[in-house]
């Protein structure tokens, strides 16, 4: 049974916000609400500097599920948290509780009237009929029913982002850190710079 | 004696009872999740354009076209299995 999940390896994320850019793009997402963010820690600080890219993490045992006082919440077989903005009130616990900061409120209306839950659907739109106008309006795309993946993740151009069965990612994120061993190597400070520098290793192999 | 052992169990079921998990499998009944309505995505037809293939209503095959989907994310196949 697939398990939906996104994995961002924080070895690769170059801050770049393409995937941010392409959830705004492919979902038609408002102005103030951002589904998927880039988290930058120890900015500035070489060799220090750590990306994430953060959105919804559509949890086992989601605790904005557990929260929601009008239960607008549910998961999907293919284990994809949604919700349904016709029941959602707007209250803002969910995103008390999520450790994330998933949950977007859109400013709606005049004084800063705060709008309906927004977050990502890990590209799998809402209770509307699929691959609809009405769904689309209210959570986006619907990719999934596409037989896609979130745009996000299938767009990351170092592929630091992956989406998909968790059992599928974690073979292929594991793969990956076999390959690529650890210390300077992960990221190629010797291909780049050549060995020399405290701290540096040589090149293992020819490539790093 | 007996009461004693009585209340012990009593109160470690009380307590036990916090460590229980919630059921994590997802049940789909009448076109509903949890009571809210959706489909389900391997409930509609492929697109007619694009590459995409499954069997409308078919489970099993739109998870192998996700999962030949999810590989595409794996750049180790381009780079090394040529």
């Given at each position: 049974?697939?398990?939906?999940?996104?994995?961002?390896?924080?070895?690769?994320?170059?801050?770049?916000?393409?995937?941010?850019?392409?959830?705004?793009?492919?979902?038609?997402?408002?102005?103030?609400?951002?589904?998927?963010?880039?988290?930058?820690?120890?900015?500035?600080?070489?060799?220090?500097?750590?990306?994430?890219?953060?959105?919804?993490?559509?949890?086992?045992?989601?605790?904005?599920?557990?929260?929601?006082?009008?239960?607008?919440?549910?998961?999907?077989?293919?284990?994809?948290?949604?919700?349904?903005?016709?029941?959602?009130?707007?209250?803002?616990?969910?995103?008390?509780?999520?450790?994330?900061?998933?949950?977007?409120?859109?400013?709606?209306g005049a004084f800063g009237l705060r709008g309906k839950?927004?977050?990502?659907?890990?590209?799998?739109?809402?209770?509307?009929?699929?691959?609809?106008?009405?769904e689309f309006k209210k959570y986006g795309r619907n990719?999934?029913?596409?037989?896609?993946?979130?745009?996000?993740?299938?767009?990351?151009?170092?592929?630091?982002?992956?989406?998909?069965?968790?059992?599928?990612?974690?073979?292929?994120?594991?793969?990956?850190?076999?390959?690529?061993?650890?210390?300077?190597?992960?990221?190629?400070?010797?291909?780049?710079?050549?060995?020399?520098?405290?701290?540096?290793?040589?090149?293992?192999?020819?490539?790093? | 004696?007996?009461?004693?052992?009585?209340?012990?169990?009593?109160?470690?079921?009380?307590?036990?009872?916090?460590?229980?998990?919630?059921?994590?499998?997802?049940?789909?009944?009448?076109?509903?999740?949890?009571?809210?309505?959706?489909?389900?995505?391997?409930?509609?037809?492929?697109?007619?354009?694009?590459?995409?293939?499954?069997?409308?209503?078919?489970?099993?095959?739109?998870?192998?076209?996700?999962?030949?989907?999810?590989?595409?994310?794996?750049?180790?196949?381009?780079?090394?299995?040529?």
């Amino acid at each position: 049974m697939a398990r939906m999940k996104f994995l961002c390896d924080a070895e690769r994320c170059i801050e770049c916000n393409g995937c941010v850019t392409a959830c705004k793009n492919e979902n038609e997402v408002p102005w103030g609400v951002n589904r998927r963010r880039v988290v930058t820690i120890n900015d500035g600080v070489v060799g220090a500097e750590k990306s994430i890219s953060v959105a919804c993490m559509h949890c086992s045992d989601a605790p904005c599920m557990a929260v929601c006082p009008v239960d607008c919440f549910y998961k999907t077989a293919d284990g994809v948290v949604l919700h349904d903005k016709d029941l959602c009130i707007g209250c803002g616990y969910c995103f008390y509780a999520c450790p994330f900061g998933a949950p977007q409120f859109p400013q709606a209306g005049a004084f800063g009237l705060r709008g309906k839950m927004d977050k990502c659907t890990f590209c799998a739109g809402g209770p509307e009929a699929d691959r609809t106008d009405a769904e689309f309006k209210k959570y986006g795309r619907n990719r999934l029913a596409e037989g896609k993946l979130p745009a996000c993740a299938e767009m990351c151009s170092t592929k630091a982002l992956l989406g998909g069965d968790g059992d599928v990612i974690a073979d292929i994120y594991r793969e990956r850190v076999l390959r690529r061993g650890k210390g300077s190597e992960v990221w190629g400070w010797g291909t780049a710079y050549g060995p020399g520098k405290a701290g540096a290793q040589p090149p293992a192999g020819g490539k790093s | 004696m007996r009461r004693a052992a009585l209340g012990a169990a009593i109160l470690a079921a009380f307590f036990l009872s916090g460590c229980g998990e919630a059921p994590q499998v997802t049940v789909y009944k009448q076109g509903k999740y949890q009571g809210k309505p959706d489909t389900q995505p391997w409930s509609n037809a492929p697109l007619a354009y694009g590459d995409a293939t499954w069997n409308k209503g078919d489970r099993a095959s739109w998870e192998t076209q996700i999962n030949k989907r999810a590989m595409g994310q794996n750049e180790d196949n381009r780079i090394y299995r040529q």
